[in-house]
C-alpha cells in the first residue's frame, strides 16, 4: 500500500471534486462537512471520469449515463443494472497536508 500526496488541505475546498493519479490509478477526492474522502474515479459502468459528474450531499452522479455513487463509501446508490463498487480509499492528513492510500 503507498501513501500519496494529495495536496495541502487548504487547497481542498468543500464539495469541490479533486482528482489525482496514484501508481496507475485515477482517484477522486473530495471534502464534505469538514471530513475528506477519497475514492475510484473511473465509474464501473463504462468508464467515466467521475470527477467530472455532479456532487450533492453524497451522492456523485456520473457525468455519462448518470449512476449515482456515495462519494463517502464507494457503493453504489442507484443505475438500473448492478455495478461493481467504486474501491475507497483511506485518508490521511499529517502537518496540513492530505494524504491517499492506495
Ligand atoms: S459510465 Fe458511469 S454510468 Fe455509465
Given at each position: 500500500?503507498?501513501?500519496?500526496?494529495?495536496?495541502?488541505?487548504?487547497?481542498?475546498?468543500?464539495?469541490?471534486?479533486?482528482?489525482?493519479?496514484?501508481?496507475?490509478?485515477?482517484?477522486?477526492?473530495?471534502?464534505?462537512?469538514?471530513?475528506?474522502?477519497?475514492?475510484?474515479?473511473?465509474?464501473?459502468?463504462?468508464?467515466?471520469?467521475?470527477?467530472?459528474?455532479?456532487?450533492?450531499?453524497?451522492?456523485?452522479?456520473?457525468?455519462?449515463?448518470?449512476?449515482?455513487?456515495?462519494v463517502?463509501?464507494?457503493?453504489?446508490?442507484?443505475?438500473?443494472?448492478?455495478?461493481?463498487?467504486?474501491?475507497?480509499?483511506?485518508v490521511?492528513?499529517?502537518?496540513?497536508?492530505?494524504?491517499?492510500?492506495?
Amino acid at each position: 500500500m503507498a501513501k500519496v500526496v494529495v495536496g495541502k488541505t487548504a487547497e481542498i475546498q468543500e464539495g469541490k471534486l479533486e482528482h489525482i493519479t496514484a501508481g496507475g490509478k485515477e482517484i477522486l477526492v473530495t471534502k464534505l462537512d469538514g471530513n475528506y474522502y477519497a475514492i475510484d474515479n473511473i465509474c464501473t459502468h463504462a468508464g467515466a471520469e467521475l470527477h467530472e459528474g455532479e456532487l450533492k450531499n453524497s451522492e456523485l452522479t456520473c457525468p455519462w449515463h448518470g449512476a449515482k455513487w456515495d462519494v463517502k463509501t464507494g457503493a453504489l446508490i442507484s443505475f438500473p443494472q448492478k455495478l461493481k463498487p467504486l474501491q475507497s480509499h483511506k485518508v490521511v492528513v499529517e502537518n496540513e497536508t492530505l494524504y491517499v492510500e492506495t
